[in-house]
T-cell receptor
Framework: DAGVIQSPRHEVTEMGQEVTLRCKPI?????LFWYRQTMMRGLELLIY????????DSGMPEDRFSAKMPNASFSTLKIQPSEPRDSAVYFC??????????????FGPGTRLTVL | GQQVMQIPQYQHVQEGEDFTTYCNSS?????IQWYKQRPGGHPVFLIQ?????EVKKQKRLTFQFGEAKKNSSLHITATQTTDVGTYFC????????????FGQGTELSVKP
């Protein structure tokens, strides 16, 4: 099992540019989560999908952020336009169940985003 | 909103000493999960507690879930340098599906 795959692993961009982060969940998993981790705010849930459908996007900071899951094996998190305060590590995680409370989440290695 | 508070934020111990981190919620939890994140790494699942008063052990790690299902603790006996990292609790609230609310984490450093 390859685990959750994220790309790129590191991204450095300039303020105002569009950034797209990518995630491939573990095959067969039905739920996918996007998190952001910073020193100040810790690990925050941005959005999660169940069977490719967004279930809860209450953590998405503002309209500059958008996420899609066009199929069961791929998701993107887009920031447009990016700002320096978006600098963080972005994790994607997947879990096997139908978004039930006892699911274990499996995290990807993360994308370290730096916006200059 | 629903929050999970975790203390302490940092803990520095001498190798061989014990370590404990605590999580609290103002609202009853459906279950609580614990994750460990090594420096530069990603969170990795350790264990899940579901039942009131539940206690689980993994070698030198002991996890407890409070009777009211509002608090939890992780205790490490005789820490080793391999225990270094940040330990997170993550609470699941009723009717929230698979959504986890993570505590701020406790960063453990172990001096050999």
């Amino acid at each position: 099992d390859a685990g959750v795959i994220q790309s790129p692993r590191h991204e450095v961009t300039e303020m105002g540019q569009e950034v797209t982060l990518r995630c491939k969940p573990i095959s067969g998993h039905n739920s996918l989560f996007w998190y952001r981790q910073t020193m100040m705010r810790g690990l925050e849930l941005l959005i999660y999908f169940n069977n490719n459908v967004p279930i809860d996007d209450s953590g998405m900071p503002e309209d500059r952020f958008s996420a899609k899951m066009p199929n069961a094996s791929f998701s993107t998190l887009k920031i447009q336009p990016s700002e320096p305060r978006d600098s963080a590590v972005y994790f994607c995680a997947s879990s096997p169940g139908q978004g039930i409370s006892t699911d274990t989440q499996y995290f990807g290695p993360g994308t370290r985003l730096t916006v200059l | 909103g629903q929050q999970v508070m975790q203390i302490p934020q940092y803990q520095h111990v001498q190798e061989g000493e014990d370590f404990t981190t605590y999580c609290n919620s103002s609202t009853t939890l459906s279950n609580i999960q614990w994750y460990k994140q090594r420096p530069g790494g990603h969170p990795v699942f350790l264990i899940q507690l579901v039942k009131s008063g539940e206690v689980k052990k993994q070698k030198r790690l002991t996890f407890q879930f409070g009777e009211a299902k509002k608090n939890s603790s992780l205790h490490i006996t005789a820490t080793q340098t391999t225990d270094v990292g940040t330990y997170f609790c993550a609470g699941n609230f009723y009717n929230q599906g698979g959504k986890l609310i993570f505590g701020q984490g406790t960063e453990l450093s172990v001096k050999p």
